[in-house]
């Protein structure tokens, strides 16, 4: 089984790339589904298929589905909900208090994620493609799992009863997913613009945190060159895809090589055999299941060092980004660019003090000092 999530800024194509890729692997003879989990669904305008809250056959091999959080919020999370209230008011709360208690934030999301996840296990797909709401939606989506298990460990503490138990396994169960990435990849689409360029960074920087693997950045919209044709619209064209050539000059010299690029097409694709097209200009003959050949580099990586160790957290940094580092228990507290999570830090470095901390083509690098018997 493999999962892939497609996301980007809004409006950046990301959905028409994500059924072009389910496409293309049903094509392959991969029995696919593509889930659209973005509340302002396209997809079904895409494959030109009318889709509902089932999975629905849209041709042979080839699935898609667009998940209804809205319902699933009246349904399971009703269902869970009231089960809590109860718990917590047989543990002495006031009714009031149970209920505020009971309040989850981005409940629509984590429920959207949930339905990923049960598709995912019905196994009757080799592959799911999903096409996610815009950025900033999806890494609220992906940091859900992570987020709502410590929601629910600081609000309940030792009152946990066997609702609250049996929560946190599946948030454990969801985050394991998202974190497995031989199973689960992200594809960042981006068009060659530097506000959007921008923006893709600071979310490469989020994932990377949360340990999901990126396997796949696609310039998608770049313009058609004109060679050697003459007139205003030429010089327009000519001028905009200089531009948009700059800004993809600049991902390589920070470090970005593999973007799979998708030129603009001068009519909405809509239908399989225009997905298609746009899939064999994507993936070139390839494999759509590889990505971008990028090998996953661990977040997390430790050696020794004179004054005790050094740790390597891989994370994309650009010039200008912000850095926060602290030292929380056993926790390293991570902030880049506004985004902020903490870190187990391994055992063998538990003992140690952070002493400095510096940033390469690879990542961040951390020193620590300590004793290395110790551990």
């Not at 030109?48 to 209804?68: F, I, M, R």
Request: charged share 25%; net charge neutral; glycine share 10%.
């Amino acid at each position: 089984m493999r999962i892939l999530l497609f996301t980007g800024k809004g409006g950046v194509g990301k959905t028409t790339l994500a059924a072009a890729t389910g496409a293309a692997l049903a094509a392959r003879g991969r029995k696919t589904l593509v889930v659209s989990t973005d509340p302002a669904h396209s997809l079904g305008d895409a494959f030109g298929h009318p889709l509902g809250a089932e999975p629905s056959e849209v041709d042979a091999l080839l699935s898609a589905v667009q998940v209804d959080s809205r319902t699933l919020v009246d349904t399971s999370w009703h269902r869970l909900r009231a089960e809590l209230q109860a718990a917590l008011s047989g543990a002495g709360l006031d009714t009031l208090d149970a209920e505020e208690l009971t309040v989850l934030p981005g409940v629509d999301e984590l429920l959207a994620l949930t339905e990923v996840r049960r598709l995912a296990e019905e196994g009757r797909w080799d592959t799911i493609v999903v096409d996610c709401g815009p950025t900033a939606e999806t890494l609220r989506l992906l940091a859900l799992p992570e987020a709502v298990s410590g929601y629910l460990s600081r609000v309940f503490g030792r009152r946990v009863t066997e609702s609250v138990r049996r929560l946190g396994a599946h948030l454990d169960g969801l985050r394991a997913l998202l974190t497995e990435p031989s199973v689960t990849t992200v594809r960042l689409v981006l068009t060659p613009e530097r506000v959007v360029v921008a923006e893709a960074r600071r979310t490469l920087s989020s994932l990377a945190l949360r340990g999901i693997a990126v396997d796949g950045l696609i310039a998608n919209r770049l313009m058609p060159a004109p060679g050697f044709w003459r007139g205003g619209a030429a010089s327009w064209l000519r001028t905009r895809r200089t531009q948009q050539d700059a800004v993809l000059a600049e991902l390589a010299a920070a470090g970005f090589r593999h973007v799979s690029r998708v030129e603009h097409r001068a009519v909405e694709p809509v239908g399989l055999p225009a997905l298609l097209e746009i899939a064999a200009e994507l993936y070139r003959g390839g494999d759509p299941l590889d990505g971008d050949g990028t090998p996953v580099t661990p977040l997390l990586r430790v050696r020794p060092s004179p004054e005790g160790y050094t740790l390597r957290v891989a994370i994309p940094l650009g010039r200008g980004t912000e850095v926060d580092l602290a030292r929380v228990d056993d926790d390293l507290a991570i902030t880049v660019d506004g985004f902020r999570r903490l870190i187990a830090l391994p055992e063998s470095l538990r003992p140690c003090r952070i002493t400095g901390a510096e940033s390469d083509a690879d990542g961040l690098v951390v020193s620590l000092a300590g004793n290395r018997g110790r551990g």
